[in-house]
């Protein structure tokens, strides 16, 4: 048996190679499964956070309180930020949270605003209709 410092230098850089080999290559796989992991294109991915936001976020509160308060139901909407479920962000990478956040919330702000908009128009409308139904400003 020789010992390695007995052996000669090519025979050493051989055996320094192959442990290096050994090293690396799991960590190179580790990196190319990473590679393979790569986010879709950021239309792609608003595209499904303004659908999540469609489905998960409800005008009805916002409404209800355009309808109610006027245009402080108008500015509880613009005021108030959405939160993004956190279910939907976990694993991905940070380019993906931060674009797909970004839709999400976009998104729900408009639907809540649109929402509060639509209810404050509407409660505009039932006040005119009710003072005209009053007799409105005359004076007897």
Same mark, same amino acid.
Do not use: H
């Given at each position: 048996?020789?010992?390695?410092?007995?052996?000669?230098?090519? #025979?050493?850089?051989? $055996?320094?190679? !192959?442990?290096?080999?050994?090293?690396? #290559?799991?960590?190179?796989?580790?990196?190319?499964?990473?590679?393979?992991?790569?986010?879709?294109?950021?239309?792609?991915?608003?595209?499904?956070?303004? *659908?999540?936001?469609?489905?998960?976020?409800?005008?009805?509160?916002?409404? $209800?309180?355009?309808? !109610?308060? /006027?245009?402080?139901?108008? !500015?509880? @909407?613009? !005021?108030?930020?959405?939160?993004?479920?956190?279910?939907?962000? $976990?694993?991905?990478?940070?380019?993906?949270?931060?674009?797909?956040?970004?839709?999400?919330?976009?998104? *729900?702000?408009?639907?809540? #605003?649109?929402? @509060?908009? #639509? /209810?404050?128009?509407? /409660?505009?409308?039932?006040?005119?209709?009710?003072?005209? *139904?009053? /007799?409105?400003?005359?004076?007897?």
């Amino acid at each position: 048996m020789l010992s390695f410092f007995t052996q000669s230098i090519y #025979t050493k850089l051989l $055996i320094v190679f !192959l442990c290096c080999l050994m090293i690396a #290559t799991p960590v190179s796989r580790v990196f190319a499964q990473e590679m393979m992991q790569q986010d879709p294109s950021a239309e792609i991915i608003m595209a499904q956070a303004e *659908a999540d936001a469609q489905e998960d976020v409800s005008g009805a509160v916002y409404g $209800i309180g355009g309808f !109610l308060c /006027g245009i402080f139901g108008w !500015l509880a @909407a613009t !005021l108030s930020s959405p939160e993004v479920p956190a279910v939907r962000l $976990i694993g991905k990478s940070s380019n993906y949270v931060s674009i797909y956040s970004e839709a999400y919330k976009s998104k *729900a702000k408009s639907i809540r #605003t649109t929402a @509060a908009c #639509t /209810g404050w128009a509407i /409660g505009a409308a039932v006040s005119l209709i009710i003072f005209a *139904a009053g /007799g409105g400003a005359t004076s007897k």
